[in-house]
T-cell receptor
Framework: GNSVTQMEGPVTLSEEAFLTINCTYTATGYPSLFWYVQYPGEGLQLLLKATKADDKGSNKGFEATYRKETTSFHLEKGSVQVSDSAVYFCALSPRGTSGSRLTFGEGTQLTVNP | GAGVSQSPSNKVTEKGKDVELRCDPISGHTALYWYRQSLGQGLEFLIYFQGNSAPDKSGLPSDRFSAERTGGSVSTLTIQRTQQEDSAVYLC?????????????FGQGTRLTVV
């Protein structure tokens, strides 16, 4: 079956530090990959996505590249801000497989200190 | 509406009572999901509806939990004889059919507290 494994948290960084949150997946075929973010007290929202190998998703200074060879979709940001403190979820969506659902990782709590 | 709508936003109920949580997905979305998120925890998958196919109920934690989706649109999650461990935020999401653009859009959730 499909699965997503995320780097365990929590992660605590100082402002302007470099961020990497690892995500690897197991799936048949070529799924679409997503990062969702949940800010304190808010609902989940899509941060970025990539739909095929070597695609790079980017938004708000965050990036993630779809690596088929390593089945990974690591989230990176060059300089984090306090406002980036949130829980980040990696997810995959199967392609062309009727009846299969989105699969989420466990989530990684990020805290950025000033 | 423009987004996924859930109601109520908050629900406090006594242990042993039944509750119904409602989800209005984005118009035209054929896939609908229910997740549960306990305090400080990740997303726990509950149930998934895709078009007219039989729902994937593999995540429902017990037979006290059930869900239906009427007319391929609105969904209701029912919890019978609620227990304190059912306290959580229940999230609904919808997406276009699998195989196209399958990003999921989440509602704000229903915070359920069983006292």
């Amino acid at each position: 079956g499909n699965s997503v494994t995320q780097m365990e948290g929590p992660v605590t960084l100082s402002e302007e530090a470099f961020l990497t949150i690892n995500c690897t997946y197991t799936a048949t075929g070529y799924p679409s990959l997503f990062w969702y973010v949940q800010y304190p007290g808010e609902g989940l929202q899509l941060l970025l996505k990539a739909t095929k190998a070597d695609d790079k998703g980017s938004n708000k200074g965050f990036e993630a590249t779809y690596r088929k060879e390593t089945t990974s979709f690591h989230l990176e940001k060059g300089s984090v801000q306090v406002s980036d403190s949130a829980v980040y979820f990696c997810a995959l969506s199967p392609r062309g497989t009727s009846g299969s659902r989105l699969t989420f990782g466990e989530g990684t709590q990020l805290t950025v200190n000033p | 509406g423009a987004g996924v709508s859930q109601s109520p936003s908050n629900k406090v109920t006594e242990k042993g009572k039944d509750v119904e949580l409602r989800c209005d997905p984005i118009s035209g979305h054929t896939a609908l999901y229910w997740y549960r998120q306990s305090l400080g925890q990740g997303l726990e998958f509950l149930i998934y509806f895709q078009g007219n196919s039989a729902p994937d109920k593999s995540g429902l934690p017990s037979d006290r939990f059930s869900a239906e989706r009427t007319g391929g649109s609105v969904s209701t999650l029912t919890i019978q004889r609620t227990q304190q461990e059912d306290s959580a935020v229940y999230l609904c999401a919808s997406s276009p059919r699998v195989g196209v653009n399958t990003e999921a859009f989440f509602g704000q959730g229903t915070r359920l507290t069983v006292v």
